[in-house]
């Protein structure tokens, strides 16, 4: 796929997750650090607003975080550091240099002209993995196996896509995606 045809392919969110602790006292962390709440009747963690970049951190009684909120790969480093220093700073332990991974990278994707959804499925149909019941979820679900990737494509032409964990496989998750969509307009 050209990169002239993903001009309109955009990253809303990056999830991170991983260890930056053998444990962590929640109680002491939302004490300890400005703008970290813990609510355990709404989440069994920590949820933790930072500025810089903006993101939520997540934080688990297990040593486990989770980032979110983040819009580009290159702010990982960024966010992480300043958690951890938070966290140095509140005197609270965490391991010196966690590695943390990408677990889902979200994109928004514009194909430029609506989609008649009730086609597409009838096409799609004996393809695995499509799915569309209106009454329910007003946008057509496509999982593709190669890269493993979630579509949620609308009537508008404007799609979401889930399950990334690089930009290189949702570019080629895009024209597979786009390829199937081929087919079911050849089928007229």
């Given at each position: 796929?050209?990169?002239?045809?993903?001009?309109?392919l955009?990253?809303?969110?990056?999830?991170?997750?991983?260890?930056?602790a053998?444990?962590?006292?929640?109680?002491l962390?939302?004490?300890?650090?400005?703008?970290?709440v813990?609510?355990?009747?709404r989440?069994?963690?920590?949820?933790?607003?930072?500025?810089?970049?903006?993101?939520?951190?997540?934080?688990?009684?297990?040593?486990?975080i989770?980032i979110?909120?983040?819009i580009?790969?290159?702010?990982?480093p960024v966010?992480?550091?300043n958690?951890?220093?938070?966290?140095?700073?509140?005197?609270?332990?965490?391991e010196d240099?966690p590695?943390?991974?990408?677990?889902?990278?979200?994109?928004?994707y514009?194909?430029?002209?609506?989609?008649?959804l009730?086609?597409?499925?009838?096409?799609?149909m004996?393809?695995?993995?499509?799915e569309?019941?209106?009454?329910?979820?007003p946008?057509?679900?496509?999982?593709?196996s190669?890269?493993k990737?979630?579509f949620?494509?609308?009537?508008?032409?404007?799609?979401?896509?889930?399950?990334?964990?690089?930009?290189?496989?949702?570019?080629?998750g895009?024209?597979?995606?786009?390829r199937k969509?081929?087919?079911?307009?050849?089928n007229?």
């Open positions: 796929m050209k990169e002239s045809e993903l001009h309109s955009k990253i809303e969110n990056v999830v991170v997750s991983g260890s930056i053998d444990a962590i006292d929640l109680e962390t939302s004490d300890k650090i400005p703008g970290c813990l609510n355990k009747k989440f069994p963690g920590a949820v933790y607003h930072m500025q810089n970049p903006k993101s939520a951190a997540l934080i688990f009684a297990s040593g486990r989770v979110t909120g983040l580009t790969p290159e702010d990982i966010a992480l550091q958690l951890l220093q938070d966290f140095r700073r509140a005197e609270i332990p965490c240099n590695q943390v991974a990408i677990k889902n990278i979200v994109c928004s514009n194909l430029g002209s609506p989609c008649n009730n086609r597409i499925m009838i096409t799609l004996d393809s695995e993995n499509i569309y019941e209106p009454e329910v979820f946008g057509l679900v496509c999982r593709i190669d890269p990737l979630v949620l494509l609308f009537s508008s032409g404007k799609t979401i896509i889930t399950g990334g964990t690089n930009m290189d496989d949702v570019k080629r895009v024209g597979v995606f786009k969509l081929c087919i079911a307009d050849n007229d």
